[in-house]
Every structure is written in structure tokens, then in C-alpha cells.
């Protein structure tokens, strides 16, 4: 039966969220964009004390709600908040219980962790099986090396923290894709380094690392999946799995800030005593009513299709064309309503003493991360045609 | 609970129309508008599915099915995905029978309701549209007056089977609000014009229509005294529509779709092209966005909460959709997409329309 109804009890743990973000978040927004690498002690803090509390697990149509609704307070601070993040997630998409137990465990006790993902090197980002890492067994080990970029969190996770990054490297070269594998290494691992904190244009609250691997040697049971490299693509379907749950993810928190920007505009235009009519013909819309009808409908579908991905998850349903689906439109939705807000606030728009801008330029990473725009387009494009990587490149 | 799953009765309601569609439909579409005409045996095929008595109550003679918007929303993208044309003329007759159903008196629902549970298609319109381009439905130029019944007066244009219809729901404000009037078939001051001539939907029989100093009795205002929910039933329109243009959609997609799969170019299929495989990735997205977001609209509505907002984003999402979708499936094609040997030319004619098909259908 197609309902859109939540229960009492998810439509709570989602308002509650909502007051974080409007309590903790949308207060400190502005100062932690202009004091960029300083620590928001104080979230940290409070988030890290609510944890029990699920907002930024992310996991589950709720759970991605949560994170939008974090996320319309803050992107940045969504991000910089304790928790197993995308590295958690991978560890939960693709690991054994042995290894949630081993790994995620210490997200439930102790002091403030953050879990991180390494993936994008210097020489490739989307293009995975050029990854220039590389995994070596030695017994009971594996050894480690190469270069990431692009590390979100991985300051706070490696340095700041006993948290865990999750890290793509190829145990056998002459495979190609089949060798990649990914591997979770704990933080203090002897031959880890976290080296330059990027300057970004936006999401200035959460850190951005480059991470070095030198001779870095982690246990044999660190890999997450199979270490066998087998049929041409079964190993690198594995990994790929955590896409289906981290770009509805990043959707969602697309979404948080895009809605963020429709409030904010919505509530400029109410104070000049216009109020947005629906219910008119083309002809009599004013051009502001017409462009915020289109990006509000925009807005919602983006979010329906990102609840759809969630949903498909939570039911067992194989939902790796619709986690793209959702991924393309909030990424292009979040960047077309945030950018358009701006244009119609005009100077209040530009001006840093509003959001506005902020918005713009938080927005802007979700059409980038997990995927761009076009890679996800890419993965669409070839799951309607039917065509395989060799046939669609 | 949250789901996005059809429930069984509608799952079967879908399989049967989408097979009607593909069996029936699809084999003459084509053929249809260049004809400008549906062979009756289409028609009434599709009346024997039932779809329309099945939300009149027994009492009446239909079915007596709970009517749900949402229901009606997916048999009508199967439908449109058939042929928009067909659809439209399948579906006239819940443009009379509907609100009549929801908001009508006992003594409306008595004389009319009946009257189109036969064993064979009846024709049952409404008359919404006005011929200008600032067409405003909050603000109709067509007026009732009060003198005992009501007289009306005003020019109607895009009503789908006035010709034939047993009875016509016409719009006209009344003060500051829109009503619906219940106008016999052959009702003196009524004058039916000629058929209209549009860029598509060309199959479907649509008419001007003028009311001069047209008497209707005042127990003819739908819902009596107090009138009706104008709002509601243009919600139930827009998501009608939403629906019809996301089966439109999907057709043009799928068409596109399987050419850029066959046709080579350079070696190799066109759609092995970003250029190409990245507009069919653009509608495939697309087009479930707008029937998620009519599929909410249409459950609010069944919820019978106000929902003019989300049905307004509904439609204007859909229209939006529509066209990009139509147009894109000409594109991939090319000149094969420009020539009516190909049916996208068809589905982008029809696209464009929805812009314009205000009150033309109703679920």
C-alpha cells in the first residue's frame, strides 16, 4: 500500500533533530564557516553525549531525515559530529559481525570518535581501478601504501580521536578492478599520517585531509569482504555496495541545506508581505512565484526520491539505480535552489551578513562527493540502457 | 508506514490496464490521430474494465469501490502511456460522474449517477477552459446569476465529448467563487460549436461551447445550496493530469530508450554516447520524481486533507517533466523522431498540451 505516513514515534526522533539543528547548529552556523579548523568543542560534545539518540547514523529512511534535518541547521557541523560516518558505513555495508563488533563498538563508548573514508588519490577520483594504493600480504598482516586526498574527517578521526578510516587499495594490480579491496585501519597504526588540512569553499566545519601510508601494517582480518581476488568484477561489486547506502546519505544532506535556503527565502518574502500563491494560472504567477513553485516542487521530488532509496534499502530491495537516481537530482537540485535563492535575495543574497551565500557554497559539495553529478548520471544512464561500463564509458 | 509498493488490488487494477494498453491501445494509437477519431470497440472494451462505475455506489448502480485518487492515478499513467487521446476519452465521463459522486445531493446523485452505469460507454463531460490566454479558473469569465434557478452566460472551450454527453458539468463563478451547474444534454441556450482543431490530442473529440442566458434549475448547482469544494476537485484534476503526463513520459522514454539501444552511429549505438545515454538518464530520473511527488499529492488528497499546494508542485512538476521528456525523445531520434512514422513526433505534441488541459480529466 503506497503511504507517505510516518509514525508518531519517527516523526519525533526527526523533530528532535530538528531542535538540534535549530538550538545548536543554526546559532554557531556562520562563526565555524569564518573560523575554519577550529574546533566546535561544544557540539562535539553535545552530539557525542546524544549519540544514543541515532541523529547521525543516517541509516534508514529516519535516520537519513535526521541527517537532513542536521543538515538543514548546518552542513558542516553534520558533518563534523562524532559517529561512524562514511567509513562506518562501509564497514556496515560490507563487513562481517565480527568486524561491526571490532570496529563500530567504540562509536557506542568512551570519548568523542569520528569514522572516515579514503578512497580519491591525487592521480584519480570517480576512476576507482586506477587507484595507485596498494594492500601487500605479509602472513598475517597487510601492508599499506600509497596517498589519499579528499579525506572528509579524517583530521578528527586519525588525530583527534581512537576512531577508524576505511581505505581502497589494491591487493593485485595486473587485476584491475577485481583487486581492489577496501581495509579499516584503526587510528595510531604505525606508518599512517594525516598531512595537509584543505581550505574549502564551504562545509568549512568539517575537516578535509590528505592521509599517507608508508609500509603502514594492519591485521590480515582488517579487509572488509573476500581477500581472494575472483571473477572480474565480484570483489569491486562488494565495495560498490556502500554506494547504495552513502549516496541516498549525502542526497539527504543535499537536501537539509537546500531546504534550509527555501525557508530562509520564504521567510525574507513573508516579511515584505508576499505571500506565494499556488493556486494561480501562468499567466498571473509573479516571476518570484514561479521560480520558487518550481524550485519547492524540485525540492520535494529530490526528497521523495531520496526517502524512495532509503526505503528500497530498509526493505531488502535492491535499490543501487535509485540510490543514483536520488544522488543525481538532490546534487543538481541542491545546486540549482541554493543558487537561484541567492539570485532572488539579490544583495541580501550575496551578503555574508545572511545565509544565503553560505548556503550556496555548502550546498555545492553534494553535486561533488560520493560521486559527482555525471558519474551518477553515468551509473543511471547505464542501468536504463542496460549497457555495461565497456559499452557506456 | 512508509511504502512505495501498490497494494494488490491496485497492483491488479495496473497489470490489467497496462495489457489493455499495450494490446488495445498501442495497435492504434497512430492510426487514431490521423483519423481524429477511436473506433467505438476501443471504448467500450475499455468500459467493460470497469474502471469508471467501479467508484459509483451500488445504490446507484456502479460498484460501490472506495474511490481513491491515488488508485486513479496509476491506472491513469497506464492509460496515457497507451495513448492520451484514449485515455481522456476513456476517462470523460468521471469529469461528470466524480464530483457528483463526492459533493453532489441525494437527488443529483439519483438522476445522474445511473444514467452512465450502463453496459456501454457513456458520455459525461465538463466544461472548464475559456478561450483566452489569461484563463483564470479562481476567476471565470462564464457567470452564473441567480433568478430563481440560475442563468448562465460565457464561452467554453476544450470540452472532451460535448457532442455526445448525456449531461455536462458546466463551471461559472458565482460571486467571488467558482461553481459547477448541471446542464441537461440539448438544454436551450447551450449551443455546442464546432469541433476543435489542436496540435495533438488530436483523436479526442473536443468542442467549444457557449452558454446564452442558460436556464438550469437552482437544485442543478452541484451540492445544492452551499455548492461545492472547487478547490478539491481541481486537485483531483491537477493529479489526474500529473498522471496522465508521467504515462506520456514513460512512453516517449521507453521509445527513445530501446532506439538508442539499436541505432548505430560511429560503430556503435547511439547510446553509448554520454550525450544520448545522459538525456535517457535525465528522463528515467525525472520521471519518477513526478510521480512520487503526484503519488503524495494524491494520497493527501485521498486522506481528504487540503492540499492545493502539493497538487499545484504535483502539476507544475509534471508539466515541466512532460515536456522535457517529449522533446528529448524527438531529440534522440533525430529526423526518425521528426517523421510520423515514429510516434515521439505524437507523444510531443500531446506533451506540450498539459500545460493547457486545465480540468480536462479528473481521478
Redesign the interface.
Known amino acids: ?7 508518531a514515534e519517527e516523526k519525533a526522533k526527526i523533530d528532535e533533530a530538528h531542535e538540534v539543528a535549530l538550538k545548536y547548529f543554526r546559532p554557531v552556523s556562520r562563526y565555524y564557516d569564518e573560523h575554519e579548523h577550529e574546533e566546535p568543542q561544544d557540539i562535539i560534545d553535545f552530539m557525542w553525549s546524544n549519540r544514543s539518540k541515532g541523529f547521525v547514523t543516517g541509516l534508514g ?1 529516519v535516520g537519513a531525515m535526521m541527517v537532513e534535518e542536521l543538515c538543514w541547521g548546518d552542513a558542516g557541523l553534520y558533518l563534523a559530529s562524532p559517529g561512524p560516518g562514511l567509513g562506518g558505513a562501509a564497514v556496515f555495508a560490507a563487513g562481517t559481525q565480527e568486524q561491526w563488533r571490532k570496529f563500530l563498538a567504540r562509536f557506542g563508548e568512551g570519548k568523542p570518535k569520528w569514522g572516515a573514508m579514503a578512497m580519491t588519490e591525487p592521480g584519480c577520483g570517480s576512476d576507482t581501478s586506477a587507484i595507485q594504493a596498494t594492500a601487500t600480504r605479509d602472513g598475517d598482516f597487510w601492508v599499506l601504501n600509497g596517498e589519499k586526498i579528499f579525506v572528509t574527517m579524517g583530521h578528527r578521526a586519525l588525530d583527534l580521536s581512537e576512531g577508524i578510516i576505511v581505505v581502497w587499495a589494491s591487493i593485485d594490480k595486473s587485476a584491475g578492478r577485481a583487486g581492489m579491496k577496501s581495509f579499516v585501519v584503526e587510528a595510531g597504526t604505525p606508518g599512517m599520517k594525516v598531512e595537509k588540512k584543505e581550505k574549502k569553499l564551504g562545509i568549512k566545519a568539517s575537516d578535509t585531509v590528505t592521509v599517507t601510508f608508508d609500509n603502514c601494517r594492519i591485521p590480515f582480518g582488517n579487509i572488509l569482504g573476500k581477500a581472494e581476488v575472483k571473477s572480474k568484477t565480484e570483489g569491486f561489486k562488494g565495495a560498490m555496495a556502500t554506494f547504495d547506502v552513502t549516496r541516498p546519505m549525502v542526497a539527504a544532506q543535499a537536501l537539509g541545506v537546500t531546504r534550509a535556503a527555501l525557508d530562509m527565502l520564504r521567510d525574507e518574502i513573508d516579511k515584505q508581505g508576499i505571500k506565494i500563491r ?7 504567477q509573479t516571476a518570484l512565484e514561479h521560480d520558487f ?2 524550485m ?3 525540492l ?3 526528497h ?2 531520496m ?2 532509496a532509503m ?2 534499502l530498509g526493505s531488502g530491495l535492491s535499490n543501487a539505480l ?1 540510490a543514483s ?1 536520488s544522488k ?2 538532490a546534487g543538481r537540485a541542491a545546486t540549482l535552489i541554493t543558487q537561484r535563492a541567492v539570485e532572488l535575495m539579490g544583495p541580501l543574497g550575496y551578503s555574508r551578513k545572511y545565509l544565503f551565500e553560505k548556503f550556496m557554497r555548502d550546498a555545492k559539495i553534494n553535486d561533488i562527493f560520493e560521486g559527482t553529478g ?1 558519474i551518477n ?2 551509473v ?3 542501468r ?4 555495461t561500463r565497456d ?3 | ?7 494488490e488490488e ?1 497492483q491488479m487494477i495496473v497489470n490489467t490496464v497496462k495489457q489493455f494498453a499495450n494490446d488495445v491501445m498501442r495497435k492504434k494509437f497512430r492510426e487514431c490521430d490521423e483519423e481524429g477519431q477511436i473506433p467505438a470497440e476501443i471504448i467500450n472494451t475499455a468500459w467493460e474494465l470497469g474502471l469508471v462505475v467501479s467508484c459509483i455506489p451500488e445504490e446507484y448502480g456502479g460498484a460501490g469501490w472506495e474511490h481513491s485518487a ?1 488508485t486513479g492515478t496509476l491506472l491513469a499513467e497506464e492509460l496515457a502511456w497507451g495513448d492520451l487521446s484514449m485515455a481522456m476519452h476513456i476517462l470523460s465521463p468521471w469529469l461528470g460522474v466524480l464530483p457528483i459522486v463526492e459533493m453532489g445531493t441525494s437527488e443529483q446523485k439519483k438522476k445522474y449517477l445511473p444514467a452512465v452505469c450502463g453496459g456501454k460507454f457513456t458520455a459525461a463531460t465538463a466544461a472548464l477552459i475559456e478561450p483566452r ?6 476567476d471565470l469569465g462564464t457567470i452564473a446569476k441567480k433568478n430563481g434557478g440560475y442563468v448562465l452566460n460565457g464561452e467554453k472551450c476544450f470540452v472532451p465529448l460535448a457532442q455526445d454527453a448525456a449531461f455536462t458539468l458546466v463551471y461559472a463563478g458565482e460571486g467571488n467563487a467558482s461553481q459547477c451547474f448541471i446542464v441537461d444534454k440539448g438544454a436551450k441556450g447551450l449551443k455546442i460549436g464546432e469541433r476543435e482543431k489542436n496540435m495533438g490530442i488530436k483523436a479526442l473529440a473536443t468542442y467549444e461551447l457557449s452558454l446564452k442566458d442558460c436556464k438550469v434549475p437552482a437544485e442543478h448547482k452541484l451540492g445544492g445550496e452551499k455548492g461545492c469544494d472547487f ?1 478539491r476537485l ?1 486537485n483531483l484534476s491537477r493529479v489526474a493530469l500529473a498522471a496522465l503526463a508521467v504515462g506520456v513520459a514513460r512512453g516517449s522514454f521507453e521509445f527513445s ?1 530501446d532506439y ?2 539499436e541505432r548505430y552511429a560511429f560503430g ?2 547511439i ?2 554516447r ?1 550525450a544520448i ?2 538525456m ?3 528522463m ?2 525525472e520521471i ?3 510521480r ?2 503526484n ?2 499529492a494524491a ?2 488528497l485521498d486522506k481528504k486533507a487540503e492540499a ?3 497538487c ?3 502539476k ?2 509534471a508539466d ?1 517533466m512532460v515536456m522535457l521528456c517529449t522533446d528529448y525523445g524527438v531529440q534522440v531520434m533525430g529526423g526518425h523522431g521528426y517523421v510520423r512514422d515514429n510516434p515521439v513526433e505524437l507523444w510531443f505534441r500531446n506533451g506540450r498540451g498539459f ?1 493547457a488541459f ?1 480540468g480536462m480529466a479528473i481521478v
Open positions: 500500500m503506497i503511504d507517505f505516513e510516518l509514525t529512511v499556488y493556486d494561480l494560472p501562468r499567466s498571473k513553485i518550481e519547492e516542487a524540485n520535494r521530488a529530490a521523495l526520491l526517502i524512495r526505503w528500497q535509485e537516481m543525481a537530482k555525471q548520471t553515468l543511471v544512464a547505464r536504463v540502457l542496460g549497457f559499452q557506456l564509458k | 508506514m512508509l511504502s512505495f509498493s501498490p497494494s491496485q491515488l490566454f489569461d484563463f483564470d479558473h479562481n478547490k481541481t530508450r538508442a539501444r556503435e549505438p547510446g553509448s554520454q545515454a545522459f535517457l538518464a535525465d528515467a530520473i519518477d520524481a513526478a512520487l511527488l503519488w503524495e494520497w493527501l492545493t499546494r502539493e499545484c508542485l504535483a507544475a512538476y515541466n500545460v486545465t
